[in-house]
């Protein structure tokens, strides 16, 4: 003997119809509230895959940097570079590591006849190419040979190539890198970062700064141009992601023992990083999803408003369904359905609008929007949660009714 | 001893602050099954009070009530609405119809609420409409229809539902002499039926229509319970 919860539904989704014009006003809010929220969830889920993208584009997640750490001074005078021996050393004690690849980098004029451009040039070992995941267009990469060699040979990134030369071919040309002729032995292949932010031109690429780079051998670098065993950098690169957090420990302990446990450089393993990056937009996440939802509770109040406001102008209604037969349960069901169905309603509604003018927003912060399912779900759940908490204060309001008082009502 | 209708000792009291407004002393009535019933008396005695009590729509403050060999005093809530919807069928001088709905989701309400499916209770409320004469007019909404037109919808509403008891508080006092005729007739072949019906009225010609009249005055029943 109980009307159904279908038949509730029947009557609220009636009730909703037959006051379009309130209900339609009284959804704009959860409209916006959802808007905001799928926009903002979809903000930060862009600048999450953002992130893994530029790691995967700097060489993955197996990559181990160590770099100097300029921050801190030592005491004991424990030198921030390595030396020649130094690093076979390192290299000796790991033969797990895929690739190695020592740097030496320093900035230098490199010129061709009456051109010239200033630019970082790195010495480095042939495992710099598959470390970074970037290889030649044209020409070749430092060899193994070349290292043996100390070959008097330049590979040049696409803008040292477009600064020195313009339309002409770089490939055996001849340039200048302090006082020492070197012979242009490859071009390196072009980069760019999709869907990254830029502002107009190539330059403002995430990874344009590549471009300007120009690589020669180790051996080279310190034969034949610094003549100084000072090597700046390291990078590693193991065959797992795991591997490369066990390698960052075991590094750890051997530079420690190489410089009197003094934190003279900094190793970075890019699985941490990326980890890391990810927890600090899950902290921006979370402040701004808080501030969608305070949105989504200004909402709510103005429905408890609505609501209060139709359950009054409806109170004789109300005391003629209790006087017919209408249990106490079958009235909060009612009013508490109407409420859930104008908040699900604005929530899809708003999670619509807001899916389609990603690609506006998009365009005018520059950063990208990604909108996953996951996300539409939660949007659209939490507007309809909101209408469930907000709309049981006055449901119970209207099923509380007196039949006799709320008949007398005009 | 078949009273459909046994009202011991009640009394109402109604509580305004300081104020105490006894609509009720100390009421004693008895109806028979099959009986149709008038009940009279001056404005403010406490007639819609008793027809309320009677109807489960409130509860005495005092004494107890039998409808049907069930004490309603001593029910919960939730239960009254079930006899409001099972066992009773009132009937209200300013018809209290839903507006939004048209009339025919009118008289199916009382059958929404006993848990009918959708089928059955079209059917029914069909038959209903069709024996108070509106069939032709039930997509109208009841703003669309005339006084007596409305009241015979709440008939049909009320008795859709079979009930053991029709109640009814003035209700023909909206209508004119012509539409209320037209009411009492209803009433009269539901009473031939077998129908039980309590009627308030003002008109001494309309409580005539009834087996008996039962007069209250200032809260209390001035002579009598059985005519
Ligand atoms: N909810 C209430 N609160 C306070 N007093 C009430 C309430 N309902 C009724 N009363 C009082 O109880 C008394 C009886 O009222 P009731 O409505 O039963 O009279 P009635 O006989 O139906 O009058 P009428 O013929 O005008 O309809 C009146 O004095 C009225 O003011
Ligand atoms: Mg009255």
Redesign the interface.
Known sequence: ????LK?SIVVGF??FW?RKIRSIVTIIGIVLGTMSVIVVLSLMNGVNQKTIQWMLERGGLNKISIYQNWEYQSKTGQRKYFTYRELKLIHSLIPEVKYFNPTIRRGFRISYGKKEYWTSVRGVYPDFSPIEEWGVQKGRFVSNFDINQSSDIIVIGTKVAEELFGNLDPLGKMVTVHNRRLQVAGVMEHRFMKNSVSIGNDNNNALSYLNRRAFIPLSTMINKITNQDKINGLALKTSTPEEAILLKDKLEGILSNLRRREPVFIIESAQEEAEKAKKNTKIFQIIFFIISLISLLVGGIVIINIMLATIQERT??I????????????IFIQFLVQTVIITLLGGIIGVTIGVSILGFISNFLKMELIASFGTIILSVAVSAGIGLIFGIIPAIHASNL???EA?RHE | MSYIIEVKNIKKVYNMGKVKVEALKTIDVKIEKGEFVAIMGPSGSGKSTLM?IL?C??SPTKGEYFLDGLEISKLK??KL??I???KIG?I?QTF???P?LSIHKNVE??L????MNRTQRKKQATKILTSVGLIDRKKHKPSELSGGQRQRVAIA?AIV?NPSIILADEPTGNLDTSSGNDILSIFAELHKAGNTIVMVTHDPAVAKRADRTIHIIDGEISNGNIS
């Not at chain 2, 929404?112 to 848990?115: I, N």
């Open positions: 003997m109980a009307i159904s038949e009636s009730d037959s004789r209604e005391g003629i369904r209790l006087a017919v037969g209408a249990r106490r349960r079958d007196n039949p006799v008949l | 309320h109807g729509l409130d809530k939730r609405a079930t409001r919807n099972i009132f209200f209290n119809l839903l939004h309400l009382p929404m609420y006993s848990g509403r539902n």
